[in-house]
C-alpha cells in the first residue's frame, strides 16, 4: 500500500470522532427488516420454484436449467465487486447506500416479473430469452442487495445492536419466506385457473395455465417488493462515516485492472469453474473448458504487457488494489465466503426437491406449503433470543452447533415412510428452531469482519465486503439450484407432458429421498468445517472510526 495515501487515510481516522453507541429506535430496526421481507419475496421463489417452474411450466430440461442456473453466474463475478466498489465510492444527501433501494427497487420488479414470463417464441428462443432475463434480475437483485446488506454496517458500530439488527432483519425474512411459501401455489392456481383431469383412473385437480398463474405472482411479489424497500430507505440512517481519500485513483484503477495477473486468474478460475459444472465434469465438456481457460491466459498475459507498454506508471496506489488486497488477506472473510457458498448449496439442493419430493414421494404436493411454512415460523421463534445468546456465547460456536443441529435433522428424513407426514413436519420444526439465529449471525459477523479489516488496514470497504458475501451466496444459489436440476437428470426425473403428471421410477424416488436428506446433510458438515477457521467473533482490535451523519 501507498505510505502516504496510508498516512493520509490514518490522519483522517483519528481526527474522527468514535460513533455514539446508543440504542437504535426500535422503528428503525423494523424498517431495516422489511428490506429483507422484500428481498425474500424474490429469493424463496427463487429458491423454492424457480427450478420447477423452468422443468414443468418453462419448458427446459432439467439439464439446460442446470447449465442456466451456473453459466449466468459469470456475469456476477463482475457486477458484484463492481456494485461493491460503487456503494463504498457513493456520496449522496442520502448516504452511500440507502440510495439504492430507490435507484434499483423498480428495475428489480421489472426483471423479476419478465424473468417468470413465458414468451412463445419457440425452444431456442425461449433459452435466451432465460438466459438474458435470469441474468438480468440477479444483477438487479445485486445492485439492491449488496447496499442493503452494507446498510447494517453503517447503522450502528456496536456490535451487539448490529446483532439485534440482523434478528429483525431476519425476521422480515422469513416473513418475506412465509408469503412466498404459503400462498405462491394457491395464487398460481387462482390466477391460472384450474381444471380436472384423469390419470390411470384417478381424477386430479391441475391447474389450466400456470405460466400465467406465476406471471401474475411476480408482478404482485414486484409491486410489494418495491413498497417495502421504499419503506426502508424512509425508517433508516446511515451513521457509520467512514474517512473519505481525497486523492483520485482513476488511472491507478484502470492500471491495475488490465495488469495484475493475480486477479485475472481469480476470474477466469471461477468462470472455468462454473462452466465445467455446467457441463456435468463430462470429458470432453472438461477438454474444452481447459483450452478456453488456456487461451483466456494467454490473452490475459498478452493483455497486461500491452498496459504496461502503453499506460503510464500511476504515481498512486489504486483503491481498488487496496481493496482487494485487503479483501483477499482476510482471513475471517474467507472463512464466511466458503461457509455461505456450502450452506447455500445445501440449503437450495433441498429446497429445489421438496415440491418434487412431496408430489412423487408422499404422492400429495397439497403439504408442501404447510411443510414450508412450520419451517419459516420456527425459525422466527429460533431467531429471536440470537441476541441474549450471543453475549454468553460466541458467535462461532453458536454457528456451529446450530448447522450440526440442521444437519443431523436434514439426515433423519432419509428414515421415513412417505405416510409420516408428522414426523416430516417435526423434523422440519426442529431444524427451523435450531437454525433460526443462522443467518442472524453469519450477516452479524460479516458487519464484525469489516471492522476487523479496517483496524488491520485502517481502511473501510463495507460495500466490497457485503458484496463480496452476497457473491457467495449467489454462486451457492446456483450451484445448490443447478445440482438439485442436475440431479434430477441423474435420477431420471420425467416432467409432466401437457399438465398431466407421469408415473417415476424407483431410482427417481430413492433419488428424491437423498436429495431431501442425506445429500444437503453432508455439504452442510463441510460447511461447518470451514467455520472452525474462523478467528473473529467480537474483534475487540476492532475500532471504526465514525463521525455521525443526518441524511434523514
Known amino acids: 500500500m501507498n505510505s502516504r495515501a496510508l498516512a493520509n487515510e490514518s490522519d483522517l481516522a483519528t481526527d474522527a470522532p468514535t460513533s455514539c453507541r446508543e440504542k437504535l429506535p426500535t422503528a428503525e430496526k423494523l424498517?431495516?427488516?422489511?428490506?429483507?421481507?422484500?428481498?425474500?419475496?424474490?429469493?424463496?421463489?427463487?429458491?423454492?420454484?424457480?427450478?420447477?417452474?423452468?422443468?414443468?411450466?418453462?419448458?427446459?430440461?432439467?439439464?439446460?436449467?442446470?447449465?442456466?442456473m451456473l453459466v449466468t453466474r459469470i456475469a456476477d463475478a463482475v457486477s458484484d465487486p463492481l456494485v461493491g466498489y460503487l456503494a463504498d465510492r457513493t456520496r449522496t444527501a442520502w448516504g452511500r447506500f440507502r440510495p439504492y433501494l430507490i435507484w434499483m427497487c423498480v428495475p428489480l420488479a421489472v426483471t423479476g416479473m419478465l424473468t417468470f414470463y413465458t414468451p412463445d417464441l419457440g425452444p431456442r428462443g425461449k433459452l435466451i430469452y432465460a438466459y438474458?432475463?435470469?441474468?438480468?434480475?440477479?444483477?438487479?437483485?445485486?445492485?439492491?442487495?449488496?447496499?442493503?446488506g452494507a446498510l447494517m454496517g453503517v447503522m450502528t458500530s456496536d456490535t451487539n445492536q448490529r446483532t439485534s439488527i440482523s434478528t429483525y432483519r431476519f425476521i422480515g425474512a422469513f416473513l418475506g419466506g412465509l408469503v412466498v411459501q404459503y400462498f405462491t401455489l394457491d395464487l398460481v392456481s387462482f390466477f391460472g385457473g384450474s381444471t380436472t383431469v384423469e390419470t390411470g383412473g384417478i381424477a386430479k385437480e391441475v391447474v389450466r395455465d400456470e405460466s400465467y398463474g406465476f406471471f401474475a405472482v411476480m408482478v404482485i411479489y414486484g409491486i410489494a417488493a418495491t413498497a417495502l424497500f421504499l419503506a426502508t430507505f424512509a425508517l433508516t440512517n446511515e451513521r457509520v462515516e467512514p474517512p473519505v481519500p481525497t486523492e483520485r485513483t482513476v488511472s491507478a484503477d484502470l492500471h491495475f485492472l488490465l495488469t495484475s495477473l493475480r486477479l485475472h486468474q481469480l476470474i477466469l478460475?471461477?468462470?472455468?469453474?462454473?462452466?465445467?459444472?455446467?457441463?456435468?465434469?463430462?470429458?470432453?465438456?472438461?477438454?474444452?473448458?481447459?483450452?478456453?481457460?488456456?487461451?483466456?491466459?494467454?490473452?490475459s498475459l498478452l493483455c497486461r504487457r500491452a498496459a504496461q507498454q502503453l499506460l503510464p506508471r500511476p504515481d498512486t496506489v489504486s483503491s481498488i488494489e487496496n481493496d482487494f488486497h485487503d479483501l483477499t488477506h482476510n482471513g475471517p472473510w474467507m472463512c464466511l465466503f466458503v461457509f455461505g457458498l456450502l450452506q447455500l448449496?445445501?440449503?437450495?439442493?433441498?429446497?429445489?426437491?421438496?415440491?418434487?419430493?412431496?408430489?412423487?414421494?408422499?404422492?400429495?404436493?397439497?403439504?408442501?406449503?404447510m411443510f414450508w411454512v412450520v419451517g419459516s415460523i420456527a425459525a422466527i421463534v429460533g431467531m429471536v433470543p440470537t441476541a441474549s445468546l450471543t453475549k454468553r456465547y460466541s458467535k462461532k460456536a453458536l454457528m456451529i452447533v446450530s448447522n450440526?443441529?440442521?444437519?443431523?435433522?436434514?439426515?433423519?428424513?432419509?428414515?421415513l415412510r412417505p405416510d409420516q407426514y408428522w414426523e416430516m413436519l417435526v423434523l422440519q420444526a426442529a431444524a427451523g428452531l435450531i437454525g433460526g439465529p443462522i443467518p442472524v449471525l453469519m450477516w452479524s459477523m460479516y458487519a464484525d469482519v469489516a471492522d476487523y479489516s479496517e483496524s488491520k488496514n485502517h481502511r473501510r470497504a463495507t460495500g466490497l465486503i457485503f458484496a463480496a458475501a452476497t457473491f457467495s451466496q449467489k454462486i451457492g444459489c446456483a450451484v445448490g439450484a443447478s445440482m438439485a436440476a442436475f440431479l434430477l437428470t441423474h435420477y431420471r426425473y420425467r416432467p409432466p407432458i401437457d399438465g398431466v403428471e407421469l408415473?417415476?421410477?424407483?431410482?427417481?424416488?430413492?433419488?428424491?429421498?437423498?436429495?431431501?436428506?442425506?445429500?444437503?446433510?453432508?455439504?452442510?458438515?463441510?460447511?461447518?468445517?470451514?467455520?472452525?477457521?474462523?478467528?473473529?467473533?467480537?474483534?475487540?482490535?476492532?475500532?471504526?472510526?465514525?463521525?455521525?451523519?443526518?441524511?434523514?
Open 31 to 68: 424498517g431495516y427488516g422489511l428490506g429483507d421481507m422484500a428481498s425474500n419475496l424474490y429469493w424463496k421463489t427463487f429458491e423454492f420454484f424457480l427450478v420447477y417452474f423452468y422443468t414443468d411450466v418453462y419448458g427446459l430440461t432439467s439439464q439446460a436449467t442446470g447449465r442456466l
Open 132 to 148: 438474458v432475463t435470469y441474468t438480468a434480475v440477479m444483477m438487479a437483485y445485486t445492485a439492491i442487495n449488496v447496499p442493503y
Open 269 to 299: 478460475l471461477s468462470i472455468a469453474i462454473l462452466i465445467g459444472l455446467a457441463t456435468n465434469l463430462s470429458p470432453s465438456g472438461l477438454a474444452f473448458v481447459i483450452a478456453g481457460y488456456v487461451l483466456a491466459s494467454i490473452m
Open 345 to 369: 448449496t445445501a440449503l437450495f439442493i433441498r429446497g429445489g426437491a421438496v415440491l418434487y419430493y412431496f408430489k412423487y414421494y408422499c404422492g400429495d404436493s397439497s403439504i408442501t406449503p
Open 404 to 415: 450440526l443441529g440442521v444437519a443431523a435433522c436434514m439426515a433423519a428424513f432419509y428414515t
Open 503 to 552: 408415473r417415476q421410477s424407483r431410482p427417481t424416488i430413492e433419488g428424491l429421498c437423498w436429495m431431501m436428506s442425506l445429500t444437503p446433510a453432508a455439504i452442510l458438515l463441510c460447511a461447518v468445517v470451514a467455520l472452525f477457521f474462523f478467528r473473529v467473533d467480537h474483534p475487540a482490535s476492532a475500532h471504526p472510526k465514525t463521525v455521525p451523519v443526518d441524511n434523514s
